[in-house]
């Protein structure tokens, strides 16, 4: 069977449709198709890596991220130290996984298994603004492909490259989150919102010539690298414009019309009665006339009343959706069968 050559026509991300250019058969291994393993290249066994080229400066900085975590759990800043290496190397080297697998003794190949899973890991030089355009479905259809496709061919660079000056990286994302804002373009995560073809232009072309202009929302523009080490965890409280808004009226829109009209989420108290499944209080079923006697609430096990020494103040607000479920544990009534014996 002969396959058929795809006819997509849709934007294009910086790689041809499946089935068209040469035939993918003939493309044996990563090197002959001209790109970089995805997975692997930041694993390079020519040269694995040195931990030593990070100053002390930066090895005392792991070993704070390392101390907010409990004693036993150091493994638990490896998203932060992976950050931190960026910070200090633009993306993630075989040095910055050599480094984080040493200070945190574990192997290269568990690092990079969490470095080629997160996208925000740069696996080549990140420029010094990373430009990043929502193409996902509300961003994309509201105009997000039509500025991503400008800005590369106002850059001349495709997706995930960087400008030969190295000032700017491009890349398409699959949600910034701000969908109530869309299209949205980040630099350096930093939002420009409701954005257009000509808007997304004059971002980029303030960056080439040297300036800084001023998000949407949130803090001031600074380079990719500094706020790779803010991520970390490490920032200075003067440049987080703790005054600037994060949010704004489309964000807000929903709870000011809750408001007004007087909705309310649903909650219940956190005591120790089932949560109710019939009619709400002083409410009867359809053609009934009398109210019926309320039935008696379900008894806890000895390991449920333990528990709820634990518990949340009664007082605080929960969802319904969180309130405990009955199990066969919690649920006397319905005790679970022996092992072996659910399907009899």
Excluded at 167 to 172: A, F, M, S, Y
Excluded at 179 to 184: L, M, N
Excluded at 238 to 265: D, F, M, Q, R, W
């Amino acid at each position: 069977m002969t396959a058929t050559p795809s006819t997509n026509t849709g934007p294009n991300y910086g790689t041809e449709p499946f089935g068209t250019g040469a035939a993918r058969a003939d493309l044996s291994t990563a090197a002959e198709a001209g790109r970089a393993n995805f997975r692997t290249s930041v694993i390079n066994l020519d040269r694995p890596g040195d931990p030593s080229v990070f100053s002390d400066q930066v090895r005392a900085d792991a070993a704070e991220l390392i101390s907010r975590y409990p004693d036993g759990q150091a493994r638990s800043a490896l998203l932060p130290l992976l950050h931190l290496v960026q910070s200090e190397q633009g993306h993630v080297t075989p040095d910055g996984i050599a480094f984080c697998a040493d200070i945190l003794d574990i192997t290269k190949a568990q690092v990079a298994a969490v470095a080629t899973f997160y996208t925000m890991y740069k696996r080549s030089p990140t420029g010094e603004y990373l430009v990043s355009v929502c193409t996902n479905t509300l961003c994309g259809m509201l105009g997000g492909d039509d500025i991503f496709s400008a800005l590369k061919e106002q850059l001349g660079v495709g997706n995930n490259q960087t400008t030969p000056d190295g000032k700017i990286t491009l890349e398409h994302a699959e949600c910034l989150a701000a969908c109530d804002y869309a299209p949205v373009v980040t630099v350096n995560y930093e939002f420009f919102d409701n954005q257009t073809v000509g808007t997304a232009r004059n971002v980029v072309s303030q960056l080439q010539s040297g300036e800084r202009p001023l998000p949407t929302r949130g803090a001031p523009l600074c380079t990719f690298k500094q706020i790779e080490r803010q991520i970390a965890g490490f920032y200075d409280e003067a440049a987080l414009a703790p005054e600037a808004n994060s949010s704004g009226v489309p964000t807000e829109a929903g709870v000011k019309l809750a408001i007004e009209l007087g909705h309310t989420a649903p909650s219940y108290s956190l005591d120790t009665t089932a949560p109710s499944t019939g009619p709400t209080q002083g409410e009867l079923p359809v053609g009934q006339e009398t109210a019926t006697e309320k039935p008696a609430p379900r008894k806890r096990t000895t390991r449920a009343k333990k528990s709820t020494a634990q518990a949340p103040a009664a007082d605080q607000p929960t969802s319904e959706h969180d309130a405990p479920l009955q199990t066969s544990g919690s649920d006397e009534a319905n005790p679970a069968k022996p092992a072996g014996e659910e399907a009899k």
